[in-house]
């Protein structure tokens, strides 16, 4: 489903079975999918707020797909006729009227199949609409060619007898290549929960994650180590996006776990460097003055952590770990965008 104006693919438009509960949202691409569409003759209605809806009748034949594009325009008012959505034994009928700089319901009729089976209707009143959306997506690649030949480099520093005798000091390299990496997978998963307010605010929650198996990459660590020192074991990221007509507000914190890093053999066998763990906040707000122009400000690391890094062993008092510290500030971003 496409903008004919602007030829933008539509994300989160609606595509209903005339007469039925049958519906789906598109996806970033513009794409939808119905499932439990009976054959026979069918009407579709398409809808996005701010662009004129559309009907279109088709010809399903008896266990055939049929794929039909949408392309809407935009227009001064947008009714859409009744529809049904159905969630925990609740039946919502909507009747919705856009225009152009007013957003409200017209008419809205509640429902409720209570624990006897009698049907019970709600008079009209003003009423929220909820979407949720979840996804899981398979993704595997394969390594490049180049990486998986075999060979192995060995290359020796030109080090003083000083330098030799010190074992702080690296005493050359090998480097070699993995010839068993495998193929890697990922499966990642994308919930987020949509709340439409009466008066045509938009407040989205969303929560991925993504999980890697057989991963690869370049490492670097003593010959004689046995375990990782160049990967974050714990990372997450969440936040939340609000929107209402022409404000959008976003927060988005970061975490960053704990990293162990290189040997430091002059504080002991078992002395590794660190960098402490980390949980940043950035936020970003718009305001359109028009279609076309915007004036938006950002702010990155808002409550101005520093980024820490330790050295110790089993032998370090706690006093002397942290050894350095790196101060990123605050950064701030403010301007005016548009598109011409």
Known sequence: MQNVETGQYLNNARVALKGTGVLAFTDQTGTYRLVGVP????????????LDAQQATLEIAAGQGLEHDFRLGAGTVVTLDKFTVKAAAVQIGVKRSVQENDKRFETVNWTYNGPNGNATTVPQSYAPYMNILANKKLETSGPDFSRIIPNATISEANLTELQY???????GTINIRNTALKPWSAVNY???LEYYTDQGGLVTVGVFRKEIKDF?????K?????DFTSFIKSSANWGFNFTRERFDFMARWNYRGQQKGGALAALGPDAFTYTGATTMLDLNADYRFKKQLAFFISARNVFNLDRLRFGYGSLTPDYAKQNFTREYGTQYTAGI????
């Not at 003593?222 to 046995?226: P, Q, R, V």
Request: glycine share 12%; charged share 20%; net charge positive.
């Open 39 to 50: 054959k026979g003759r069918v009407v579709l209605e398409a809808f996005y707020t701010g």
């Open 165 to 171: 005798n010190d074992p702080s000091v690296v005493r």
């Open 190 to 192: 994308d919930l987020s």
């Open 216 to 220: 690869f990459g370049n490492v670097v």
């Open 222 to 226: 003593l010959a004689t180590a046995a």
């Open 337 to 340: 965008k548009g598109t011409f």
